[in-house]
């Protein structure tokens, strides 16, 4: 029961090319049940005695892949640099001798493992903000259209920095597939240099447009536009293949494959991408109405809302705000992550005298939509 079943699993570009690939393990049910019961026990000891670096978000409770904030920069006029790093087979070959020194420094299981494998990685660089998820790590640096002179230096000095600490940590990095993106608003991308590259082991990284960061893609504007095209276009096709086939199942299982194939994918990390544009909106809301049509067999040209009702589905424009609610519930509840509960401000600490709004949240002032 301790051995697994490993097949590639591709993760983009050419299937044939073996780097394109990653190996996924398939588990037996017994070794999940053990892995799960050590990841509790282990990742609670890390937590309560803060073992775990706050910039990594994987495996961590009340973490997860949408809580990483990017809007604040943009509202400041501030360009941010997103580079997304490349880690090659990251715990694939991990070295068994620092992982058990790693090990023994915080007092487990695979998952857990990872996190600690790479945990002292955000404190190697100087000028950025190092953000993780599992082995996914990407580095910030905002600055101002000014100062963008001396980006070129802090981005390259941290980068060597992380390599330095990769190579510690026998952690191969691989700079052609390292993402280099500059995030802001139109008018201050377009005062940046026409030359904004960057060299980094040997190689010339060149800013992309758009990028793809666990599983969302993500563009210079924050538009989003790339990503709900792509999002659409595959949630539709899943549409079209279930409603082949949908006469092999009753109402009950057909809700239950529309929802975890099209609708758990459409609405991931929906709380990064919600303020796009009205026109995004409606195309999700048509992939919805088609879903809904596939399983209550309204008709084409018959009105989409008694078949929401009767499926308990909110709009698309009310479902994003449900979910924003939800993270604003955890974020003043304390059920998020510190760098999004630090954010808010209530009138209570502001202002001393006694007031409805005592509990209320103090509003900042903002230039940009959210």
């Known amino acids: ?38 990841l509790n026990q282990f990742g609670s000891y890390l937590m309560k005695n803060k073992k775990l670096s706050t910039h990594q978000s994987g ?24 580079i997304l790093i490349d880690l090659s087979k990251a715990f694939d070959s991990v070295n068994h001798n620092f992982l058990l020194t790693k090990l023994s ?20 660089v100087h000028h950025s903000k190092l953000e993780s998820y599992v082995d996914d790590s990407k580095i910030l640096l905002s600055f101002t259209v000014a100062n963008v002179d ?42 940046l240099p026409v030359d904004m590259t960057i060299n980094f082991l040997n190689e ?34 899943s549409l079209c293949q279930i409603s082949r086939v949908k006469k092999c199942f009753d109402k009950e299982a ?20 919600s303020n796009t544009s009205s026109t995004n909106i409606k ?24 078949g929401l009702r009767e499926l308990n589905w909110l709009p698309v424009k009310e479902q ?8 604003m519930y955890k974020c003043v509840n304390e059920l998020a992550p510190h760098y999004l509960s630090d954010l808010f401000t209530k009138r209570s600490d502001i202002h001393q005298r006694d007031a409805r709004s005592h509990d209320s949240l103090q509003i900042p002032l903002y230039k940009t939509s959210a």
């Open 59 to 82: 495996n961590k409770k009340h973490h997860s892949c949408e809580t990483l904030n990017l809007l604040t920069a943009m509202d400041g006029k501030l360009v941010t640099a997103l």
């Open 283 to 306: 195309k999700l809301q048509l992939v919805q109405n088609f879903a809904c049509r596939i399983i209550t067999n309204i008709g084409k040209f018959d009105h989409i809302s008694p």
């Open 105 to 124: 420094n915080v007092g487990a299981s695979p998952s857990v493992v990872k996190c600690i494998y790479t945990n002292d990685l955000p404190s190697s």
């Open 320 to 327: 994003l705000l449900l979910r924003e609610a939800i993270m």
């Open 254 to 273: 057909l809700t239950l494959i529309v929802s975890a194939l099209v609708m758990n994918k459409m609405f991931y990390v929906s709380t990064v991408w």
């Open 204 to 237: 010339t990284i060149t800013p992309v447009s758009f990028a793809k960061d666990l599983g969302m893609t993500i563009d210079s504007y924050l538009t989003y536009d790339q990503h709900i095209t792509i999002l659409v276009s595959s949630c539709m096709n």
């Open 1 to 38: 029961w301790k051995e697994a079943e490993v097949i590639p699993l591709l993760k983009d570009g050419n299937h044939e090319e073996a780097s394109n690939n990653r190996p996924l393990s398939l588990l037996t049910f017994l070794s999940k049940i053990c892995e799960k019961v050590a």
């Open 150 to 191: 001396c980006l070129k230096q802090q981005l390259e000095e941290d980068l060597y920095l992380i390599a330095n600490s990769c190579s510690e940590n026998e952690l191969l990095i691989n700079p052609g597939k390292t993402k280099y993106m500059l995030i802001g608003t139109r008018q201050n991308l377009q005062q």
